[in-house]
């Protein structure tokens, strides 16, 4: 039995931690804000609720995993709910695309109505990443990959000259389409021409998979954190909240504690789950990188009367901002709960900008809560949305599951593809796959 300290209690964290301890290791998980879940936490004000961070997920069969393999499924704790409806995108000049789920037939014949031919390229740009997708769950996202090892075929897809900006502009003749094909960079805060090619397969997983989402009612995606909060315990992890890592403590060459301001906690395994860039013996090999920090985001508490009707997911595609709205808050009758996050650039305030974008909800304003990225890395004690896509090389330039630290492994948004809940998930796994069984 190892002596394990994963550093950081967000999703990542947790999730490591509880595969470890069911693996017979002795863990202790610490992290630096008085609370576990990260970026998975509600923001209550004047009997408003919203949810900070993600409001839906992909590939529920990795959080089933995860509960799985760490004790009780995943049903038995909370429902997590399939939605038709993947989101909708509203671009320049009123038009409306709303895309369905699960079902090729169905995205086919929403994107018809945008133009005729239109469904048939959407399809054949998804469906050529379905090889993409059964390459990169084989041999990068479900087993710890080496770098110096990875065949041909891997190695052609985790590097590729084509960008998502280029893949999108050969596959789609239409511009709506590509603003589909790339949003979710965009929103992500990348730069669709620094980003891999293969980073594009999320849309074949929501065509194949769908979207989904724990209901407000039900305590929110939130909901997660507080259920793996409880697998901690039931696992007989040890807990340490307000307590930062200040670093990873290293003789012989080897990770042999973690120091924090109360002194130093003995490990024979570290995991890092946060921010490399916080820890000194990891900072200079993360040096070439870049956290992806949050978008601006505000909170709005809005008077349901007259209020623009929207899905729970839209993407409105402005002439010089991409706004994501997330309407699935909780409020009191006759009010709504939305959050609007934007990027691009903002001449002004959010709400305006979101008007000149064709969605004005300026007149049912009755309270806001506005928050920098600034002000979120700070709450958050770092960024939850990962590396900063910088071009092909970016997949070297990231730690996971393995650092060049002896005895130091890597986890969560900054160790995986995407900052997304599924990929999150998936390296903790590869964690638990490098330390294997006490």
Do not use: N
């Amino acid at each position: 039995m190892s002596r394990i300290v994963v550093v950081g209690g967000g999703y990542g964290g947790m999730a490591a931690a509880v595969r470890l301890a069911k693996l017979g290791h002795e863990v202790t998980l610490l992290e630096a804000a008085d609370r576990l879940g990260g970026a998975l936490e509600r923001l209550e004000v004047d009997g408003f609720s919203w949810e900070r961070g993600p409001t839906r997920t992909l590939l529920p069969a990795a959080a089933r995993d995860l509960f799985r393999k760490s004790g009780r499924p995943l049903d038995r704790e909370l429902v997590l709910e399939h939605r038709d409806l993947v989101r909708e995108h509203r671009f320049a000049g009123g038009t409306v695309l709303r895309l369905p789920g699960s079902s090729r037939e169905a995205q086919h014949d929403a994107l018809e109505e945008l133009g005729p031919g239109l469904g048939a390229e959407w399809l054949g740009h998804v469906e050529a990443y379905a090889p993409t997708w059964d390459l990169l769950r084989r041999e990068y996202l479900e087993r710890p990959w080496d770098p110096s090892l990875g065949d041909r075929a891997t190695h052609r897809v985790l590097f590729p000259r084509e960008t998502l900006h280029r893949r999108a502009r050969r596959a789609l003749r239409d511009p709506r389409l590509r603003l589909v094909a790339v949003h979710e960079a965009v929103v992500a805060g990348h730069d669709p021409r620094r980003v891999p090619a293969w980073a594009g397969v999320t849309a074949y997983l929501e065509q194949r998979f769908g979207v989904w989402t724990v209901p407000a009612a039900d305590g929110g995606m939130t909901a997660l954190a507080h259920a793996l909060e409880r697998r901690l315990a039931t696992r007989r992890v040890t807990v340490h909240t307000s307590t930062p890592a200040d670093d990873v403590v290293v003789r012989d060459g080897r990770a042999v504690a973690v120091a924090t301001p109360q002194g130093e906690v003995p490990a024979d395994v570290v995991v890092c789950a946060i921010d490399p860039r916080r820890l000194p013996a990891l900072a200079g090999h993360v040096a070439t990188t870049v956290p992806a920090l949050p978008a601006t985001t505000v909170h709005l508490a809005l008077r349901d009367e007259d209020l623009p009707v929207v899905a729970e997911e839209t993407v409105v595609h402005g002439a010089d901002a991409t706004f994501l709205l997330s309407t699935g808050g909780t409020a009191p009758d006759g009010h709504a709960a939305w959050t609007v996050r934007a990027r691009g650039r903002l001449h002004d305030d959010v709400v305006p900008a979101l008007a000149r974008a064709g969605v004005d909800v300026t007149d049912q304003v009755v309270r806001r809560v506005a928050l920098t990225a600034r002000d979120q890395v700070e709450h958050w004690h770092g960024s939850p949305w990962g590396v900063l896509w910088q071009g092909r090389g970016t997949v070297r330039a990231r730690l996971g599951p393995r650092t060049p630290v002896p005895g130091v492994l890597a986890a969560g948004a900054h160790a995986a593809p995407g900052a997304g809940l599924p990929f999150v998930a998936l390296s903790a796994g590869l964690v638990a796959q490098a330390v294997g069984p006490a």
